[in-house]
């Protein structure tokens, strides 16, 4: 029997090649790989790796539908956000069950998703959108306070930054058009890249839930707590637990929240996370992704059989059982590193004492010494993660925290380490 030929979309900043490569061999898949990295996923994927520029969209369309000409392909994935339109206009083009290309885009523009929120009667902060060419010390007075400002369509906190009064939100506002004008930056959002977007800024106690969707209904698979509260002026997030220990009421208003949040989007197959916060009672969506969770965080996740959520995600769009998709009995939960402060990371001290905490699944170094590093709002990576499983959230997060005390990063130019 013929092995099911896929396409995975892979970014040249995804974290999540080995973790999907990985899933698709164990499933006996015809891998194939569209990068626009080509000189390091060669070694991975030989003679099967397409050269794609994700941002020349029927370029890439035309040397997809040639490659399902040869290899007839079953699914095109996306694996991070900059791959999720592309995969929903070759699925499209080529015929294959797909959320619709508009649903998709819908995820990609922040400002479109609030007003498509706003208009389906959802939660959801309020905005406004303004040029980023605009002045902003024309604008401050007319801004409601606090406010968040972030670009339409950048991720992981990149670019995002809390303003409590005129004075803040004009520096926020130039910190913004100092990042959207970079080129490389400008090239990947588009029109996207021409706008900032501020939001109320809502108070309150953040999740971040995982799930798939099948014709339009949502599969919980995880629902995180995100214990440290995330207050600004930045917004990195450190520490993600499962399961949540929020009231089971108040897990269940998000699920609701958030399977109606996709089906206003349009989106209805495929993997969603999402990002909500309470505020006042209240589930306040702030995000919907039609892609899974980002960076290593996936391999805390483990599903009956050893599952690993890549296999889960590429089973449901082959169409096959997803009956086995529960999670396995342990709690879990992942330390994001960031990056404190800018410079050239010289070195983390202390994985070794981090990998023999009890629960410790692996901890990682994900940026070489030498990586010329921006902190936040500037710089979307994280330095590294650590994954625990224990038998209890509260012991995830104990083992987390004794994990953050373990490391020293080091980082030349301020000669600065992580702070307290």
């Given at each position: 029997?013929?092995?099911?030929?896929?396409?995975?979309?892979?970014?040249?900043?995804?974290?999540?090649?080995?973790?999907?490569?990985?899933?698709?061999?164990?499933?006996?898949?015809?891998?194939?790989?569209g990068t626009d990295q080509p000189q390091v996923l060669a070694e991975l994927v030989p003679e099967r790796t397409l050269v794609l520029d994700f941002g020349e969209t029927e370029i890439s369309l035309t040397a997809i539908s040639e490659l399902h000409s040869r290899h007839p392909l079953r699914v095109v994935l996306g694996v991070d956000d900059e791959s999720v339109e592309l995969a929903a206009q070759a699925n499209q083009r080529l015929r294959i069950p797909h959320n619709s290309p508009t649903s998709v885009s819908l995820t990609r523009d922040k400002f479109r998703m609030r007003q498509c929120l706003a208009k389906a009667g959802l939660a959801s902060?309020?905005?406004?959108?303004?040029?980023?060419a605009s002045d902003p010390e024309t604008l401050r007075a007319s801004i409601r306070y606090p406010c968040v400002?972030?670009?339409t369509f950048l991720a992981a906190s990149q670019g995002v930054l809390r303003a409590n009064a005129p004075d803040e939100f004009s520096t926020a506002f130039r910190t913004l058009q100092e990042i959207l004008a970079d080129p490389e930056l400008r090239k990947r959002g588009g029109e996207r890249a021409k706008w900032v977007l501020v939001e109320d800024y809502l108070p309150g106690r953040e999740v971040s839930?995982?799930?798939?969707?099948?014709?339009?209904?949502?599969?919980?698979l995880?629902?995180?707590?995100?214990?440290?509260?995330?207050?600004?002026?930045?917004?990195?997030?450190?520490?993600?637990?499962?399961?949540?220990?929020?009231?089971?009421?108040?897990?269940q208003r998000i699920r609701k929240e958030v399977e109606q949040t996709a089906q206003a989007l349009g989106l209805t197959t495929g993997p969603v996370h999402a990002e909500a916060r309470i505020h006042q009672g209240k589930v306040w969506m702030l995000e919907c992704a039609a892609r899974t969770?980002?960076?290593?965080?996936?391999r805390m996740l483990a599903f009956s059989g050893g599952m690993s959520l890549e296999t889960l995600i590429l089973r449901h769009a082959l169409g096959r059982d997803m009956q086995t998709a529960q999670t396995t009995s342990h709690a879990c939960g992942a330390l994001m590193l960031p990056i404190p402060t800018d410079g050239t990371l010289h070195n983390i001290v202390g994985w070794d004492a981090v990998r023999?905490?009890?629960?410790?699944?692996?901890?990682?170094?994900s940026l070489p010494n030498g990586t010329t590093v921006r902190a936040l709002p500037h710089d979307a990576r994280y330095l590294g993660f650590v994954l625990v499983r224990e038998k209890t959230p509260a012991a995830v997060e104990a083992a987390l925290r004794k994990a953050w005390t373990q490391l020293q990063i080091e980082i030349d130019k301020l000669g600065a380490s992580k702070s307290e």
């Open positions: 029997m013929t092995a099911p030929a896929v396409l995975l979309l892979i970014p040249a900043s995804s974290y999540r090649t080995h973790d999907f490569l990985e899933a698709a061999h164990a499933l006996d898949l015809e891998v194939h790989v902060p309020g905005f406004q959108r303004f040029s980023v400002l972030k670009p839930l995982e799930g798939v969707l099948t014709d339009g209904r949502l599969q919980t995880a629902l995180f707590d995100k214990p440290d509260p995330l207050t600004g002026p930045t917004f990195a997030e450190m520490l993600y637990v499962a399961p949540s220990r929020l009231p089971e009421a108040v897990q969770i980002g960076g290593l965080c996936s023999e905490i009890s629960g410790v699944l692996e901890a990682v170094q």
